[in-house]
């Protein structure tokens, strides 16, 4: 794993070869407009003699600066007009950089520019998504056929709520608990979830408990290079797979309480899946934690081919998962 500084240093050796692939992008169109135009390669001439003029100018008649100026504007409009005619962008003369603020350097006047940072971001959290095979799933390829009767109907429900949430993602959306026994979709519809929101641009970190509590653990014993609390805490979703598989040491159990409450205070969405039920979740985890989940999560029911679930289909009042146990 790679660390911080490190993320920063490839983000802007990243933003800086954009840079040079822009200027010489528009250097190259730039020289083929002016073999292939006539009138643009006339204007360029007299622009580089107006340039010349009003070096001269600058330094002996400055009077005469003002309508070199006028004239030099006249004949920026005259190109960007002809661009336009010939059906390119008034400005395709310049490189088209991706970051208007530091025009792809990397650095503005107030040290390093943001996209540097959003960038090194994105390199880190990728390094803490890196091991789930996201693209192997979407909403598209979640089938409902494996599901009948009343627990299809329930499927369906979720799957609305799953892609519902999606669509109307925020920085605070709210948070989920999705319960249910394992191979019930409930990877499938997170990771689909996941897929689309880190596509509108929000980091998103899906981790499986196990290991995000391990890396926390080494983090807490300094046994490590990289810290990643922050990103656990600060990200803009947090995905926690399969609660309840971890093992559990005085430690992690104190960390996952410091993640959980950290984003419930800041109010930033955190998705949960378990098959955990709220008595065994409060046996494993301590009334603390299992308080804060309850109060501040929406709770999913994943149903399947399982006659104890069965039994239980519940309402999707969260609340109601614990008293049903
Ligand atoms: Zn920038």
Excluded: W
């Excluded at 990243?14 to 006339?42: C, F, P, W, Y």
């Excluded at 650095?107 to 192997?136: W, Y």
């Excluded at 990103?231 to 399969?242: A, F, Q, V």
């Excluded at 006659?307 to 614990?322: G, L, P």
């Amino acid at each position: 794993m790679i660390n911080k500084a490190e993320c920063y240093a490839l983000a802007l050796q990243e933003v800086k070869t954009m840079g040079h692939i822009a200027k010489e992008k528009a250097s190259k169109l730039r020289e083929q407009l002016l073999n292939d135009h006539a009138e643009l390669a006339r204007l360029e001439k007299e622009m580089i003699a107006l340039s010349q003029k009003k070096m001269q100018a600058a330094i002996h008649t400055p009077k005469d600066l003002p309508l070199l100026e006028q004239k030099y504007t006249q004949l920026k409009q005259l190109q960007k007009k002809y661009l336009t005619t010939i059906g390119l962008d008034g400005n395709a003369f310049l490189p088209q950089f991706r970051c208007i603020n530091c025009q792809d350097s990397g650095i503005t006047e107030r040290g390093t520019c943001d996209c540097v940072k959003k960038i090194a971001n994105q390199k880190m959290l990728q390094q803490l998504c890196n091991q789930f095979p996201i693209d192997d799933f979407s909403f598209e390829t979640f089938s409902l056929s494996y599901y009948e009767g009343e627990e299809l109907e329930k499927m369906k429900e979720n799957y609305e709520i799953c892609r519902n949430y999606v669509n109307k993602f925020h920085k605070h959306a709210e948070s989920l608990y999705i319960l249910g026994h394992t191979g019930l979709g409930k990877t499938h519809l997170t990771f689909s979830m996941a897929k689309e929101i880190v596509a509108k641009g929000y980091s998103v970190i899906y981790c499986t408990a196990q290991n995000m509590i391990s890396t926390l653990e080494k983090e807490h014993f300094g046994n490590t290079e990289t810290p990643v609390q922050e990103y656990y805490l600060n990200c803009d979703l947090l995905i926690i797979d399969d609660l309840g598989t971890e093992f559990l040491s005085p430690v992690a159990q104190s960390e996952l309480y410091h993640v959980i409450n950290h984003r419930i205070l800041l109010k930033l969405p955190t998705i949960i899946n378990s098959n955990l039920e709220g008595t065994d979740l409060e046996k494993r985890y301590g009334e603390r934690i299992v308080s804060r989940i309850f109060g501040f999560y929406q709770g999913l029911r994943f149903v399947g081919n399982d006659v104890r679930i069965q039994k239980r289909v519940a309402s999707k009042n969260f609340k109601n998962i614990k008293n049903n146990t």
